[in-house]
Nanobody, 116 residues
Framework: QLQASGGGLVQAGGSLRLSCAAT?????MGWFRQAPGKERELVAA????????YYADSVKGRFTISRDNIKSTVYLQMNSLKPEDTAVYLC??????????????WGQGTQVTVSS
């Protein structure tokens, strides 16, 4: 139900934009990441109206989550990338439409690699 894209290799300080196409525009959406040997981390989330957002402290001021409900697509704009941002990024959806801890649907990951 979720299709993520946009990962790649970028130099430190560069930018990438991830996209996640969902089957419904009424889901709350989140972007997670998982690096080798580390726990999965919620990076950013947005409610279905786009009026409420969450960011992990590690990405505040650098990453922006947004959505286009006509296209049922959520974006993660990543600027000022650092090598420690290197991870597999996954999108996930909550049926409730509001921010929360539990996600109902998961997409496949897209690799983001930031070189120093």
């Amino acid at each position: 139900q979720l299709q993520a894209s946009g990962g790649g290799l970028v130099q430190a300080g560069g930018s990438l934009r991830l996209s996640c196409a969902a089957t419904s525009s009424t889901y709350a959406m989140g972007w997670f990441r998982q690096a080798p040997g580390k726990e999965r981390e919620l990076v950013a989330a947005i409610n279905w109206l786009g009026t409420s957002r969450y960011y992990a402290d590690s990405v505040k001021g650098r990453f922006t989550i947004s959505r286009d409900n006509i296209k049922s697509t959520v974006y993660l704009q990543m600027n000022s990338l650092k090598p420690e941002d290197t991870a597999v990024y996954l999108c996930a959806a909550r049926r409730s439409g509001q921010l929360g801890e539990e996600y109902d649907y998961w997409g496949q990951g897209t690799q983001v690699t930031v070189s120093s």
